[in-house]
């Protein structure tokens, strides 16, 4: 089969790669979709070792296949797996990360946050930029027949990521929230609020970017590079200043703003990684009343959710997609395109 590998500084190569065998508790997928995450350009644009040291996720060794959005049908299984369980042809996403098992975090679906450490697949293990993926049968999450694979390799990680936060916000159809970064995951917290009924501010300094998240069911857009974002915001909520404020950025001016712009009594969601903040604690924090709440993807019970709702709800997550790639072979071109940050989701689909 072949992979797509990052060698760091914006260069990647794709490789040929043995067929995967499962082994005892694992599965085979024939990848059906992978979507491109604005995570991978940590590993993009820096060398390898330099990406993995500053995500603390191991050694600098050989690199491993990219892609942590995986989605396609599982083709085989190893010893201990049951039919039932994975049975042949079975249309799944994956929870990409793989843990201990047995811990409290493992347990109820948070691998990812498995005190002994955890695999993330298209990072410290091989992931779906490929023909196949191998993983163990846990992380698999059921995609129901009402979706598209390209929507399920969305859920599994950019846009569960947002439906993620925003459960863990308490957002309801009453609530005014200001979205700070329309990427892939900013982008989907847009068209999750407008789902669930509240008022969506979406803030970002690229045009294209505005225009697709006023698409997506924004009832406002603000460009934080022309317009004082706090200012603006405060003008559309006649001086009050949002309920909920969301951070997808990853920036020191996103996540000020959105500290900034949320009422007394309201709730500020950090969401996009990277990075440091200096904030006056006493008057932007406290004194405001302020709860702060740090959402990091999701669980895998989580994941499972999230389609749910895009199913039940009926919600064309697919138009988050700008740009789809039929072939591996399309892979530099691609990531050159989405490195600029200008673009919605791009997403392979072999």
Known sequence: MRGVVFLGERRLEVREFPDPTPGPGEVVIEVKASGMCGSDLKFYRPSRAEATRALGLGGDGEPNIAGHEPCGIVVARG??????????????????????????????GWQQLCPEGSIVYGATGDGAHADYMKIPASTLVPLPEELSFETGAAIACGTGTAYGALKRVNLTGSDTIAIFGQGPVGLSATQFGHAMGARVIALDTVGERLELAKGLGADEIVDPGSNDPVAAIKELTGGRGVDIAIDCSGSEAGRLGAIRSTRTWGTVGLVGEGGTMTVNVSQELIRKQLTIVASWTFSAFGQADCARFVAERGIDVDHLFTQRYTSLDEAEEAYRLFDTQTTGKGVFLL
């Open 79 to 108: 010893a201990g797996v049951s039919e039932s369980e994975a049975p042949d042809g079975a249309r799944v996403m994956v929870h990409h990360y793989k843990g201990c098992g047995a811990c409290e975090h493992c347990r109820v």
